[in-house]
């Protein structure tokens, strides 16, 4: 969803030209459309990006900071 709006990605197989897979393609979007979501709102809300990594198996690991009343607040979030 994008401001209260959803798309649907429509592809056709049959022409489907590229080097990976229809449904590969399509988890590494998904993939993608969640870390910059979560990039997007944890900004909105004050966090900065401490680190983002992604590991030999696929997984994004997002650390975010926030500072609040001079202390620092820290989420950690994992994608598989």
Known sequence: MFNGEQFELVA???FWQQSVPVEVFL????KQYSVNTILNEAHNEGF?????KV???GEV???LEKFVQREM????????
């Open 27 to 30: 988890e590494k979007l998904t």
């Open 73 to 80: 607040a820290s989420a950690y979030i994992a994608l598989d």
């Open 12 to 14: 056709d197989q049959q």
């Open 48 to 52: 900065v990006l401490n680190t983002q």
């Open 55 to 57: 590991n030999e198996i």
């Open 61 to 63: 690991k997002i650390t």
